[in-house]
């Protein structure tokens, strides 16, 4: 070794950058989110779930497995007919009609902008009672010269 740097330390120094990037735009898409947004509608299938883990719990009470439950009501959504499958379906596309309604509601008022009621800050509530303290005393060292 003469002088020369090991392959190691080259290879961390390469992973440590490339890495990098990679975090930082992972971080501003879960920024964006936004929990206000409506919630997409149930399909037919998890229609019939709701029902069938209610009836299945009664007939299976110590049965704790989750997994048990969605085989059991997966093998038995196979087993349907179109015509069993009907009111599920049903369901899920009067759902379906709410939810595009409510998205129309929020895509309008995304549009619209927020009122001056509704404007969100940045920053906490703390930090502006912070900087309403700090401004009460410099104005009074102000009016005081």
């Given at each position: 070794m003469k002088g020369g740097k090991s392959k190691t330390e080259t290879r961390s120094s390469?992973?440590?950058v490339a890495k990098k990037p990679a975090k930082a735009a992972g971080r501003s898409k879960a920024a964006a989110k936004d929990?206000?947004?409506?919630?997409?509608?149930?399909?037919?299938?998890?229609?019939?779930?709701?029902?069938?883990?209610?009836?299945?719990?009664?007939?299976?009470?110590n049965n704790k497995s989750v997994a048990a439950v969605g085989k059991a009501g997966g093998e038995k959504w196979k087993s349907l007919s179109d015509s069993e499958k009907a009111p599920?379906?049903?369901?899920?596309?009067?759902?379906?009609v709410e939810y595009e309604k409510t998205m129309k509601a929020y895509n309008k008022k995304?549009?619209?902008?927020?009122?001056?009621?509704?404007?969100?800050s940045d920053k906490s509530v703390s930090e502006v009672?912070?900087?309403?303290?700090?401004?009460?005393?410099?104005?009074?060292e102000e009016d005081d010269d």
């Amino acid at each position: 070794m003469k002088g020369g740097k090991s392959k190691t330390e080259t290879r961390s120094s390469k992973l440590s950058v490339a890495k990098k990037p990679a975090k930082a735009a992972g971080r501003s898409k879960a920024a964006a989110k936004d929990p206000n947004k409506p919630k997409r509608p149930a399909s037919a299938f998890f229609v019939f779930m709701e029902d069938f883990r209610q009836t299945y719990k009664k007939d299976h009470p110590n049965n704790k497995s989750v997994a048990a439950v969605g085989k059991a009501g997966g093998e038995k959504w196979k087993s349907l007919s179109d015509s069993e499958k009907a009111p599920f379906v049903a369901k899920a596309d009067k759902r379906k009609v709410e939810y595009e309604k409510t998205m129309k509601a929020y895509n309008k008022k995304l549009e619209e902008g927020p009122k001056e009621d509704e404007e969100e800050s940045d920053k906490s509530v703390s930090e502006v009672n912070d900087e309403e303290d700090a401004d009460d005393g410099s104005d009074e060292e102000e009016d005081d010269d």
